[in-house]
């Protein structure tokens, strides 16, 4: 959460931030603010949006080489002007930017009032600037070193840059358990400082990814990384492959109807020179070293949180049929504080779109003590959880925007869908002609999910009959249970409509007490092996006048007899249908949103990368 941006360079920086803090703003949107140094440091900042900050500066004099910039999710403190970042060192010659939390922050507070600090603002980062300050007051050294002892003493998790007035050509910045990227631009004379890369590759595509405690101390023509025991290491330059309309909306109103359009060919990415059904080739190139221990787990241990514990729920059910390995699906803000029972030969499996999430990440640590292998199932390249799990297979589904996670939702099933097959036919456990009877049917899904698509009218004509709606109820059964859970989640977060996910059956023990006129019901109720059994689950909801909305198979003629709106979804294998059936959920979210007049990717409340507890 928050978005934090710097630059360093010879280029005027305020455009660069103000751009920059725009691309971040899904981490955060309630606040926004500046610092440039130009003669001395200027700082403003102001409650809202990234534009109501341009708005309040007007026609401010922005002349700089040097600055910083930050877009806040609210953690200590509410958003207001005051809250927001950057925050001023007592003297006001130190301003700092911060997206984390400081654990201790209360105890340092109360240390320094007694040193004479007074506070203007409820955050943990003033103290934190505060303390950096009387630390350099103390020991009446250099501010690299202040931040560096600072460093050794706050718990918590922190992506930090600081700007000092005294030394107005450099920005230390340092990192733990927040991510901060570091863009090295024309012959290393210039440096970009961002959350992810998407502020930065507009300018250079060779980045370093500062790690957990390390320091970086950036000047003209020199970036110079240090750990918090002040060992010096040489910075790593990673080339991004990552294209700059791939950030951008490419003609969609939002972020989220262009991800969502994306799907058939983020699936097909996803699997590229992965899958080939032609020649019966499936490798995840990623999954090498520990392959070995992954076939022979003993047990598979999946860990997300949102969305990406639904995909590790659809996972389970894919990973049982074809693996025939045991799966448990654990929040990993759950797992984390377990005292869990790990064996040698159990493998974890965690997945997250931003590679960020702070929960997944400690569940990880925690499963590494206990001596589990970990795999990955990332989309951000280079992200902290792709580089802390033993190995892994990226999902290659580009960035993703919007808050509300689509199409890493489908590329995530899709890598995992890809790993159990995999395991699978390694195992023995799938013959020969079922194996490739799958690679084929998985090579025909982006055209399906485009078909899909193309009933965005009608999809549209549904939502503005559910778009009043207060609540509803979303219902599936087998792979399709999770697929119940993400529609219903999809419609919470950016309609703020309340919706909950059920497995159908379950309907009959508590939730089919909520069913009137005005409930609308949606049902996955695709021609699969409980079809039966979902036949009669409608035939209850329609007897106490529930509003049914189903999503059948193509050509069934039976459903529509029954539901009030039907839609159509092509036959595919029972194991591969959440992919095509999360498709029209996600649709009527974003349109029933549209019609309420919600803010799809921005929606309130949330950001997209949950990088607090
Ligand atoms: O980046 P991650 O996949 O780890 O994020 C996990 C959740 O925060 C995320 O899926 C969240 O639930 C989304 N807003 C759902 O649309």
Redesign the pocket.
Known sequence: MCGIVGYLGEQEAFPIIIKGLKRLEYRGYDSAGIALMNGSLSVYKKQGKVSDLEEFMGDANVKSTVGIGHTRWATHGEPNDTNAHPHFSADRKLVMIHNGIIENYAVLKQKLILRGHEFISDTDTEVFIHFIEQIQIDNQCELEEAVRIALTEVIGAYAIIVISAENPKQLIAARKSSPLVIGVGRNSQEFFLASDATPIIEYTQDVVYLNDHEIAVIKPNSLQIKDIGNKPTTPYVTHLEMELESIEKGGFDSFMLKEIHEQPNSVHDCMRGRLNAETGHLQLGGINKYLEHLLNSQRIIML???????AGLVAEYIFEELARIPVEVEY?SEFRYRNPIVHAKDSFIA???????A??LAAIELAKKEGGTIFGV???VGSS?ARTTHEGAYTHAGPEIG????K??TA?VTVLTMMALMIGRKRGNISDTQFSELLYELETIPAKIEKILQLNDHIKDIASEMQHAENALYLGRGYNFPVALEGA??LK?ISYIHAEGYPAAEMKHGPIALIDEAMPVLFIAIKDNSYEKIVSNIQEVKARKGRVIAIVTEGDDLIPKMADYVIEVPATYDVLTPLLTVIPFQLLSYHIAIMRGCNVDQ?RN?A???TVE
């Open positions: 997300g949180c949102g969305t990406s514990w639904h990993a997945i997250s779109q931003s590679g960020e999430t929960d997944t990332c989309n951000v959880i808050v509300a996670s689509t890493a939702f995530q989640l999809k977060e929606p949330l997209k990368s949950v």
